[in-house]
């Protein structure tokens, strides 16, 4: 069924990014398209995505890049925003470890903290450590400094925060990769302390999203909410948890071919199913 | 350190329930007199509790009857009603099979479907079941109504509902007792489907109070808002996660004696720690 | 492919028995058959089954009344067996509480020990017990004894032993039940302490089948041996990992037309497929 | 209380060797005074290790390098020679990726297999790999390699044998390492597949060790042995499990100030406690 035919009865969609808006092989044509649809029928939107590799405005940057400037980085909600928002709120000041890119470190250095690679931790004197963050699979090496994170939290009561708990993604059209939701819950199982997970299936960037929604919409529903995403176990049921409607699309990680059966094999029901948001 | 003096830097205390405003032998003596301090400074308070066994209105005469009016019903926030608003944006319409006591259906009626005891169904007629809601671990038998929902679960895709995600509960003074999230997670590993849960430490209920003191204090700030609870993996973590300060208390589950041991050992730090809310 | 022609090349042939053998529907008609087929080609036979639930005598006498003789008490080797192996070696003297039907009790007694089931115990007065065996789902009352079982190991520091680690069986043609094993999870997750868990996959039973076949042919090698089940999680998973030959039937927990399936998704690859044992 | 007077009431001693022979800093001193001791008194010893980083000739070289040589390779049992009968048996021909050293490629090529290395394979022409081994944490791209093995079991079916299942070891007086047990949980749960892992706490080193034992000593009874470990989660409950008397010494993982509350709170009792094996 068409996408533009069933978002009409909704107010605001919120989309996940990679296996919605893109792919491996980048933006999806049409989206240009789809996006207009929306905004001529008065639908707000935001994406919803596990992320915590770049910032806002970089990503932004991406979608501007191919042409779409309906995307700027006021709607582009991560689970590194929700890290970031927690690093404001209980670290408040000091120096942060983070596992990740230089660019993904905009997550602490945002929340007025002061990131350190963990590459350059001393862990003999990590007194001025006030917690290790998570943020991305790429930018440091993967044997050296696991083992780093995990003796700083061997030695040092602090929190450990996840700012992406995403288990894999694809890295390309048939190849999949570990992503640092994998590696943190390694650490933790080792380390056997409670960490911070941020990111979808969560209700808490459901909410994050909610709540920016009602700025322009005062009189906002949940009902009035479609959760647009390509996997059962964080889109859809997180929407469904939240409370919201949500559309699975088969144009990522859940296949055609697939589909009836992994929503039977889970139990996670969506709302709607569609091909793509793009006809 | 006096309770009221840490809580008068804060605008709105959320209570954990259980092991904070009451134990076992009933509520704590001291309790009129804590409330009417936060009064007299001018602090709100709402109780924040995974519990699904009976309805506000009962929760809240539960205090009533020991003379303290000050605890409503309106500010009685339960896992119970985050699965009610579940039930009504998600389910909608018709039969919903629960397990747990006929007083908690409230959470199933409450949300506009009826409510039928896991007991009263055919699994070989359960079209019409629409979901089935694991709310109390009390009012049903456990051999021959586990067995049901499982094989329900295996004939029929629903949602599966968990009212109170808690492991276990202090039965008394020295004994623990079996909670319905343990009964749930033990049916959803055979089942083999992901079931849906609330409660702490989930941020869901935390973002519900949240919104709840917004009604009254508009200009209300995270920072603003102290979690006041006994359990660690629940009460602290999740209000930590939803980036509002907490504060451990030594009168239920965490014990005197093991507290800083168990801080160091789940690496869950509480902003405060005090003996009780009571002096 | 027919069983026999398979099973021609194997000195040795371990059965699963629900699901084998037998189903909720009684013996396999076409048992006896292919028992004398084996015992024509000289190949020994043991059960290697995941159960409890009763001593090798009443296993035994299961099949005597439907007049297959062959599978004497010699030949039922059950995860019974294991756990009463250890309560042997490692509790030697006492009272064992226990979770079962007095019938299951028969490994505890024929180790030398009390068996006392937990419905009799004091909690208050736990010195005397030195052990708490989960032999079956049957026989208790689950609320008050699963709740009692709980206190006791939360009391008092002693070995928990897990007679049949499986988590369901088929009750009858189209309904489940929860095994004992998934109950004593639960339990021990609450506990937090380690169970000892006694069954296929875990390779204990295979060792003693394997040493038992060794003590009438001297020379068995363990490509002499095929292990015959239904289930891949436990007979051929357990079976690969022991090193010997395995073979699927689809006469129980596997179904003719999920068993391709079922192999491709959980990895586990059996030597074999067979529809049934019988022709 | 003194080693060898509790020894002296066996026929059999089985030792880990990390944390009870050796530590970060080499072999204990007086090592040599306690075999000495053990075979004045006709007692028999074993080494069972979890490790497949190097064969038994390396690890036997390794003592003799101390003048130690009552340790040969006949006595250095490893997980690695489960993994390596596993291969033999199951897998029989063909080429094994893997991951570690060079050097633990041992345990492929003894059982008559090709080893190759993960970084030399190319996972679009997998046709010819058998199986997939995780041997060792070093020796390879983490980053590189463990999304390679990812997708290597992604696209094809294939068994994936874990030679160590340990978590974690220490990698010095005071750091702990991430061990290949860890990195093999993460990828088999991304993969959703189940691997096989070889190494205590299972029963299968233990199975190989008594066999062996057995050859020189025809009558030997489990209650003759005795399994002497410094890590309360394999070394004890494996020993407890497979029905032999243990001993805990605090030697290594186990520190003298946390034994006592480490066996209450995971419930592990080991029959004796003592400090060290060396006097």
Redesign the interface.
Known sequence: MDFLKIAEKYRVVFFDAYGVLKSSSGILAGLQATLDGLQERGIEFYILSNDASRSPQEMAAAYSLHGIEQLGEERNISSGIMAR??L???VKQGKVAYLGKPNSAYYIESAGLEAVPISEIDIHQADGIKALVFLD?DGF???QD??KA??L??RK????IVANSD??YP?SLD????AIG??A???E????????FFGKP???IF?YGFELAKQNLKDLQ??DILMVGDTL?TDI?GG?????DTMLVLSGNTLPQKARLQ???????PTHICTSIVS
Chains 1, 2, 3, 4 share one sequence.
């Open positions: 928002d927690f404001q709120a209980k699979d090496d993967w044997y696991l083992n995990l003796n939290l061997l009561n602090m929190p450990a288990h894999s890295a190849e999949s990769a570990i994998s590696l819950e390694m650490v199982k080792i380390v056997g302390k409670n960490f911070i969560d209700s808490q909410s949940k009902q176990t049921i469904n948890k939240f409370g919201i929503i039977k094999t889970t139990g996670i029901i």
